[in-house]
């Protein structure tokens, strides 16, 4: 009696088991479906292959629409020209018509992936001025009339904005503080993409967001070739032996706080992949997506005061030329290991707006801690200070 209650209690137990196996499997099943079926008319084909990118993911389906999905919750539905919306298209889905023609450009780094992509002249609209740009076509593109400044992001203008049958605006995460623009662009039936590239935690990741605007553009191909390129870039720079020197990459703020980028941020990533080491270790939240970090001048000093290099991010308050003004803006930095062994260097300008260019950016820091002269020269986003 014993031994048949046993084996059925064993049975019952076996059987529970497989269900709740089973049923945790169909629902994983049904999540990945639930994702691709937006609509009843829509045939689900294959997915896009990314290999760093984790902010998006591109679904394709049958008859050349696709679906772009971004880890903020929004939901894009790419409309080939002259197809209809399936009429039982899934209701937060925002549907973006191609082609696209006269886009309101706000996202910084985005410019450069149409740049790249040879698309610049379906960009009509900026939300920046013709000096905002260090890309030289961008500025002359301005200057000629064939880009037109449309306005800051929070405040764009709309009768401009109109005029030009703006079929797109390409924003950066800035726009969810104005909430309102968002409102006020779909009730003019302007589609609002928020670009999310800057929350990718490898430096790769932000170049494939590329692949996006590939898709928008109609050249997947060319996409592909761009990342692949960066790709090859860094495979080379990663083969070699890490050097083990120590970075230390930071602003002064102007109530003279200092900057530095959290220990997750792609930057850290760089200078990792070019064969250094960061000197903040775990710095900053790792769930968190913000990229940087304020402390006290005290603070940073003896976390920092011993790096082999510190590296001056002169994005926010222009590019310096020699080590004192960087020492005007903080005099304690004269005790520096990388000061006083001469390892003192500053970005240029265009080191986020060239989007696009994360190898080479790779590529000079590796130079930069390779100590050799020859390697040094002719670097374009971070130079020696005199």
């Known amino acids: 009696m014993c031994k048949i209650i046993k084996r059925g209690v064993l049975s019952g137990l076996l059987c529970l088991i497989l269900f709740l196996t089973w049923g945790c499997t169909k629902n994983e099943e049904s999540s990945v479906l639930e994702d ?29 629409y696709a679906l772009i999905s971004v880890s903020d919750g929004n939901r894009y539905f790419v409309l080939p020209e002259g197809e209809e919306v399936p009429e039982d298209l899934d209701a937060d889905v925002q549907v973006l018509r191609k082609p696209f023609t006269n886009i309101y450009m ?104 590329v692949k996006v605007y590939g898709l928008l553009l109609g050249k997947e191909e060319e996409a592909k070739a761009i990342f692949d390129r960066q790709c090859e870039i860094v495979d080379q720079i990663r083969d070699e032996a890490s050097s083990g020197k120590t970075v230390a990459f930071f602003y002064i703020t102007s109530n003279q706080m200092v900057s530095v980028r959290n220990s997750n941020d792609y930057v850290p990533k760089m200078i990792e992949i070019a064969g250094g080491r960061y000197i903040f270790e775990n710095l900053g939240d790792e769930d968190s997506r913000r990229s940087s970090m304020t402390m006290q001048t005290e603070e940073f000093y ?26 005007d803006k903080e005099p304690m930095l004269k005790d520096f290991k990388a000061v006083q062994n001469g390892n003192v260097w500053c970005t240029t300008q265009n080191l986020y707006q060239e989007s696009m260019s994360i190898g080479g950016m790779i590529e000079d820091f590796h130079r930069m801690l390779s100590d050799d002269p020859d390697m040094q020269k002719d670097m374009t986003y971070i130079y020696r200070l005199k």
């Not at 880009?147 to 405040?155: D, Q, S, V």
């Not at 920092?304 to 020492?327: P, W």
Request: glycine share 6%; hydrophobic share 35%; with cysteine.
């Open 36 to 64: 691709q079926n937006i609509s009843s008319q829509l045939v689900y084909e294959s997915s896009m292959e990314l290999s760093y990118a984790s902010e998006f993911r591109v679904d394709y389906y049958q008859g050349g």
């Open 106 to 209: 706000v996202a910084t780094a985005v410019m450069d992936m149409f740049y790249e992509l040879d698309a610049l002249d379906h960009i009509r609209l900026s939300s920046q001025k013709k000096e905002g740009w260090c890309n030289a076509d961008v500025g002359q593109k301005m200057e000629e009339g064939q880009i037109l400044y449309a306005g800051k992001y929070n405040m764009p203008d709309y009768e401009l904005i109109l005029s030009e049958s703006c079929s797109l605006a390409i924003e950066n995460n800035m726009i969810t503080h104005s909430p309102e623009v968002i409102e006020k662009m779909k009730s003019f039936h302007i589609p609002v993409f928020i670009d999310l590239s800057s929350y990718e935690k490898h430096p790769l990741g932000r170049v494939e967001w």
């Open 302 to 327: 003896g976390k920092a005061k011993d790096a082999d290099y510190i590296v001056y991010n002169s994005t926010i308050d222009g590019e310096l030329e020699r080590v004192s003004e960087l020492l």
